[in-house]
């Protein structure tokens, strides 16, 4: 079943797809970080290279980055960097997005098994024969999504402005929004738009439940509350705590809180997103609400990983050229918009 309690034309994917066999290397040793840290500085120099990391990524890999950031910000950085080549410290629809904004610059991803659960959701013969059982409406997809469901799609958006990308598309318009039904739930209820959603998830995100989030504001009443619109929780926790719940992309998180007179805050995604916080709003305090909110492929890249990508020009990644014309248009139009 759809949300909308439609039929699906193809058997809807309700199951956490986890990462199954990745296996995450072990923390590396800090002492060893500084040296491979200049090193990777002074090939990424030699070979012309930007090197963008998310939020999610290794503490030692987003200091290590020209440019921290959430999916738009990079996706923004990837389509006007100046370098010939980008190194994409994140998962490979990420790096298929750069290569798509940036079909001339070489795009390398140091772990090719950085995948992600939530656009493996959904192939593009499923959403092919969703659209066939909705003709005529307009497919928003999430940027979490391989090249060629993007290429199937009228719109992509980030968790960062997926509600302008929403509100920028005429009301009588029927909207198919995908893959994610949390992130789909709550753009219903803030943009008052019926959608209808496909039934994905991200296992992280769907890992936090309401209850990790109720007992820390039991114990925490004063702390503000910044939940990632992918959480499994998202509109249980707007119950339990109204106002004070701030539903946000990992940017927008680290902008609220550099600006919040606040001094605790508690955190629903992934924990990498902790380093960033710390940095950039230093002498708060940023607790998780579930620290075994881990996502494993973005875990996947090490320093030694990315100074063996640079060093050697390795992973290249390429989308073929029929595909990333037809993604361009739709991740064109989610860059656009604010
Ligand atoms: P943002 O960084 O765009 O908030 O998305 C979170 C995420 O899950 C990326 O994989
Ligand atoms: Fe995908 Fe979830 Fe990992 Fe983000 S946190 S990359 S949505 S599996």
Same mark, same amino acid.
């Given at each position: 079943?759809?949300?909308?309690g439609?039929?699906?034309?193809a058997p ?7 990462p199954?066999s990745?296996?995450?290397?072990p923390?590396?040793?800090p002492?060893?970080?500084p040296?491979l840290q ?8 030699e070979h012309? #290279? @930007?090197v963008? %990391?998310?939020?999610?990524e &290794?503490?030692?890999?987003?200091d290590v980055?020209?440019?921290? /950031?959430?999916s *738009?910000r990079?996706s923004?950085i990837?389509?006007s960097?100046p370098?010939s080549t980008i190194?994409?410290?994140g998962?490979s629809f ?8 940036s079909p001339d ?7 090719l098994a950085a995948g992600?659960s939530?656009?493996?959701?959904i192939?593009?013969e ?7 059982e909705?003709r005529g409406a307009?497919?928003v997809s ?14 992509c958006?980030t968790s960062?402005?997926?509600? #302008? @990308?929403?509100? %920028?598309?005429p009301?009588? &318009?029927?909207?198919l929004f995908?893959p994610?039904m949390f992130? /789909?739930?709550? *753009?219903?209820r803030v943009?008052?738009?019926k ?11 769907a890992?936090i439940r309401?209850?990790?989030?109720a007992?820390?504001?039991r114990?925490e009443p004063n702390a503000?509350l910044l939940?990632h619109?992918?959480?499994g929780?998202t509109?249980?926790v707007?119950e339990i705590a109204?106002?004070e719940a701030h539903?946000?992309?990992?940017e927008?998180m ?6 919040s007179s606040?001094d ?6 992934e ?8 940095q ?13 909110a881990?996502c494993q492929?973005?875990?996947?890249t090490?320093?030694?990983?990315l100074?063996?990508a640079?060093r050697l ?9 029929e595909?990333?014309a037809?993604a361009r ?8 918009i604010?």
């Amino acid at each position: 079943m759809t949300l909308d309690g439609s039929t699906p034309a193809a058997p809807m994917p309700l199951t956490a797809f986890g990462p199954g066999s990745v296996v995450v290397p072990p923390p590396g040793d800090p002492a060893t970080f500084p040296a491979l840290q200049a090193e990777i500085r002074e090939l990424a120099r030699e070979h012309n #290279a @930007v090197v963008l %990391a998310h939020s999610y990524e &290794r503490p030692e890999i987003q200091d290590v980055a020209d440019h921290v /950031g959430d999916s *738009l910000r990079l996706s923004r950085i990837a389509a006007s960097a100046p370098e010939s080549t980008i190194v994409f410290c994140g998962v490979s629809f990420m790096a298929e997005t750069a290569k798509i904004l940036s079909p001339d610059k070489r795009v390398l991803l140091p772990d090719l098994a950085a995948g992600c659960s939530l656009a493996d959701s959904i192939t593009v013969e499923q959403l092919r024969s969703w659209k066939a059982e909705h003709r005529g409406a307009v497919v928003v997809s999430y940027v979490n999504t391989s090249a060629a469901v993007k290429a199937e799609s009228d719109y992509c958006c980030t968790s960062s402005n997926a509600r #302008a @990308v929403i509100d %920028a598309i005429p009301a009588d &318009r029927r909207i198919l929004f995908l893959p994610d039904m949390f992130l /789909g739930l709550w *753009l219903q209820r803030v943009t008052g738009r019926k959608l209808t959603i496909w039934l994905g998830e991200c296992h992280v995100h769907a890992g936090i439940r309401p209850s990790d989030v109720a007992e820390w504001h039991r114990r925490e009443p004063n702390a503000e509350l910044l939940i990632h619109p992918e959480c499994g929780c998202t509109s249980q926790v707007i119950e339990i705590a109204g106002d004070e719940a701030h539903i946000l992309s990992t940017e927008g998180m680290v902008t609220y809180a550099e600006r919040s007179s606040a001094d605790t805050f508690l955190v629903a995604t992934e924990v990498g997103i902790l380093h960033r916080l710390e940095q950039k709003a230093p002498g708060k305090r940023f607790v998780p609400v579930n620290r075994e909110a881990v996502c494993q492929y973005m875990k996947l890249t090490t320093l030694e990983k990315l100074r063996d990508a640079l060093r050697l020009g390795v992973h290249e990644i390429d989308v073929p050229a029929e595909v990333a014309a037809r993604a361009r248009v739709a991740l064109e139009r989610m860059i656009a918009i604010a």
